[in-house]
């Protein structure tokens, strides 16, 4: 039987493609003993939230290891007591673009109960000077063990990308000042604006050896607002002789969900819940005051503004409402280091970035998220107008017969945050390393 030549191209086509799969996966099979012992070392030496100590200083040497030009305890906090524990490693490879690729180092206060042979016994002590247990609940660890992969194998891999990676070992993400720390502690006059921003999280909804893209958002801004509600205590019994600052609060807690339901278009997401509430000591005792934390959750950064607008004008109005002189209305402030600007995945990169993840692992594996209004201080580094395009990937970590088993049985799976959730350290490992590699080839390609 005769076949045309052009036949014979096609049929190879794609196995020309296949083949330049198992390379990267064979590549990064190589790593995965020495990063699973990194991985369970990190993994049960967990460090709360701006005491990334001993976990920065194993990225900083790993790094150092892959051929990185590495500073440590870059950054700097608002909060002059506490000590910024950022690691930037510079991999130089010539003229082209500068990719900046980020993990994230800190752990949470939570009391591991996975049952896993590494699982942490880790205590410490918080800001408020309480002990506390500590666990790598969400993955850093991962992300961590995946990013010096991806360092490893992109100095083997040198001859196929040109430019500058920065590679961000950020502190504090769980607190939401570690990006903004790098950011104000001179990164980008240092070290240069990168021309595009590449990160990833672990996700507890998708199974190992998939990873999931969002479009555009897929975080939230997010802000925290104090109010206190000043009111004239008195006796419970006689409340025409008082201000009461408990009906006035329960006035304005009906009065901000009418923001997201009379005042904000509805085709804009925000949320505002009021998370905390204290006030008063005894049954029949009508206190001097109220107070309150509220999370806002926007896109849009007219949406953020019209929200933070409206709780405060609606707190004023209610308290004049209630006849409280111009010296005792409501104290409302929105505290600036634990806001968070909303992560926008820009579309082109997303598209692109996909593109090639689809071609590395395969159409099937790469599914798109919905937005969530969740928080990721990733979004700092592409600037407030969202200037240098940023993307951000989530790369599945449950193992699929769970994920089966709790489809059919309705039984929800542990999240990112809960003291059972424990990723499969390998699979996950092995795809983030292919996708952060993968992406970081397709923007800086000779
Ligand atoms: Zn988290
Ligand atoms: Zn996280």
């Not at 076949?3 to 590549?27: D, E, G, H, R, T």
């Not at 369970?40 to 005491?51: F, G, N, T, Y």
């Not at 909060?79 to 993990?103: E, F, I, Q, W």
């Not at 408020?128 to 100095?155: N, W, Y």
């Amino acid at each position: 039987m005769r076949i045309s030549i052009p036949a014979i191209f096609l049929a190879l086509l794609p196995c020309a493609v296949q083949a330049q799969q198992p390379s990267l996966q064979k590549l990064a099979e190589g790593e995965l003993p020495s990063l699973l012992a990194i991985y369970k070392d990190i993994h049960s030496h967990p460090e709360l939230s701006a005491q990334e100590q001993r976990t920065s200083a194993i990225v900083a040497k790993e790094l150092r290891v892959a051929g990185c030009d590495v500073t440590e305890n870059f950054g700097k906090y608002d909060k002059a007591n506490l000590k910024c524990y950022g690691v930037v490693g510079v991999m130089k490879n010539g003229d082209g673009p500068t990719v900046l690729v980020r993990t994230d180092m800190d752990a949470l206060p939570v009391q591991e109960q996975t049952g896993a042979p590494y699982a942490s016994k880790a205590v410490s002590t918080n800001p408020d000077g309480k002990e506390v247990p500590v666990m790598h609940a969400c993955g850093h660890d991962i992300h961590m063990s995946a990013f010096i992969g991806t360092a490893r194998m992109l100095q083997r891999l040198k001859d196929q990308w040109h430019g500058t990676v920065l590679f961000i070992g950020q502190p504090a993400e769980e607190m939401v000042g570690g990006a903004r720390a790098l950011l104000n502690g001179g990164l980008y006059n240092r070290f240069g604006k990168p021309n595009y921003c590449l990160g990833m999280h672990d996700d507890a909804e998708i199974e190992t050896g998939k990873i999931g893209v969002t479009e555009g958002y897929a975080n939230a801004n997010v802000d925290s607002v104090d109010v206190i509600v000043k009111g004239m205590g008195g006796h419970g019994a006689y409340p025409h002789k008082t201000k009461d600052p408990i009906v006035m609060s329960a006035e304005m807690i009906n009065a901000w969900q009418t923001i997201a339901s009379r005042q904000n278009n509805p085709l804009d997401p925000v949320v505002v819940t009021v998370g905390s509430i204290h006030g008063g000591t005894k049954h029949n005792i009508i206190p001097d005051e109220v107070k309150m934390q509220i999370t806002v959750r926007s896109y849009k950064a007219e949406v953020r503004q019209l929200a933070l607008a409206a709780i405060a004008e609606i707190a004023k109005g209610v308290a004049i409402a209630g006849g409280l002189p111009p010296d005792r209305m409501p104290e409302v402030n929105v505290l600036k280091d634990e806001s968070v600007m909303a992560m926008y995945n820009n579309p082109e990169l997303t598209k692109r970035v996909a593109g090639a993840l689809k071609q590395a692992l395969g159409n099937d594996n790469v599914i798109s998220k919905e937005p969530t209004m969740g928080a990721e201080d990733f979004s700092e580094y592409s600037m407030a107008d969202h200037s240098i395009p940023a993307f951000m990937f989530d790369v599945g970590a449950v193992d699929p017969a769970k994920m089966a088993d709790s489809k059919q049985n309705g039984t929800p799976l542990p999240s990112l945050h809960s003291s059972k959730f424990l990723p499969v350290p390998e699979p996950t490992i092995r795809t983030a390393i292919v996708g952060m590699t993968t992406a970081v080839l397709e923007l800086m390609k000779r």
